[in-house]
């Protein structure tokens, strides 16, 4: 196992530096280990990770999931070593790597007909969003009690609510403006009734339905088959975009994502870090007529 270059200082201390410096101590309040206040990772391996203060732990957080691989998978790695030899960071045209990409993503994916790279899961969600209101003309987006799509205002409620929370918006943060908040509408996940119900009353004004298939943030709830048919047609009837967030479902359940699995082929599908085993990469695909949209 490779170890990073903390020579002697030990975890409490490079801990209480980073608590200096950046806020918590950690990248993202997500990373915090409650009664683990001086976590100092200094080396990574398959399943495993070691501790600036020596120890060695089973990695079953893996990064909520990503490292589909394992940590420094020997191919991926060498693949990304050859990739930074080679090519600095490109502000024109395309790169062959970008090709075969997109050509597999479109291959595996059924409902990737052309595809864009991100560099996280939560601008693929963000754009998937705007391209539907672009596409539309409309304003209203619905997301799913317990589905988490990202950082960003419109889908930044309604994740892991208290019960009391349930059933009215619950933003995740404070500082986002309201009227982004009422333009999304929060219903509860497997209730096809609650969907046929908004398209009756909000139809015409909806630009997107977005899902996670699976809301595994909130530990993996199976979606009845009759509540995505439903998405699918209601969407179909009242003219707005399905929206699949396969960050976390897309090459688990199957390469395919669970698009693959149900047989239901939304418009866009989002994806993340797991296309890369963990490394910053996401991407929005789906028809044709959409994501060139991107172009115009
Ligand atoms: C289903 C889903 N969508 C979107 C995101 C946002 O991805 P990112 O953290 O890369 O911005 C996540 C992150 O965990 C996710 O689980």
């Not at 797991?274 to 994501?291: Q, T």
Request: net charge negative; with cysteine; aromatic share 6%.
């Amino acid at each position: 196992m490779s170890s990073g270059p903390v020579g002697n200082e030990s975890g409490a201390r490079l801990a209480e530096r980073a608590r200096q410096v950046v806020p918590g101590g950690v990248n993202s309040g997500q990373r915090s280990v409650p009664g683990l206040t001086d976590l100092v990772v200094t080396g990574t391996d398959g399943a495993r990770f070691r501790t600036a203060d020596g120890r060695e732990y089973t990695d079953f957080h893996s990064a909520f999931g990503p490292p589909l691989l394992g940590h420094n998978d020997p191919d991926v790695a060498a693949a990304t070593a050859e990739a930074g030899a080679t090519l600095g960071h490109m502000g024109v045209g395309v790169t062959e790597g970008e090709v075969l990409l997109a050509e597999q993503l479109t291959e595996l994916i059924p409902s990737i007909e052309k595809v864009l790279l991100t560099s996280t899961g939560s601008e693929a969600t963000f754009h998937a969003l705007r391209v539907s209101r672009a596409a539309t003309g409309r304003r209203l987006v619905v997301k799913f009690q317990g589905c988490y799509h990202g950082w960003h205002d419109s889908v930044s409620l309604n994740v892991i609510s208290a019960p009391e929370k349930v059933g009215g918006h619950d933003p995740i943060s404070t500082g986002i403006l309201p009227e982004v908040l009422e333009a999304t509408l929060v219903l509860p996940f497997n209730d096809s009734e609650a969907v046929r119900r908004a398209f009756a009353e909000h139809g015409s004004d909806i630009a997107a339905v977005i899902v996670e298939p699976v809301p595994h943030n909130v530990g993996a709830l199976l979606p009845y088959q009759e509540f995505l048919t439903t998405l699918r047609e209601e969407t179909t009837k009242a003219g707005s975009v399905l929206i699949f967030d396969e960050v976390i479902t897309g090459f688990r359940h199957a390469l395919g994502g669970w698009q693959q699995i149900s047989g239901v082929t939304p418009d866009l599908t989002t994806l993340g870090k797991a296309i890369a085993n963990g490394a910053p990469v996401g991407a929005i695909g789906g028809r044709a007529e959409l994501m060139d949209l991107f172009s115009t």
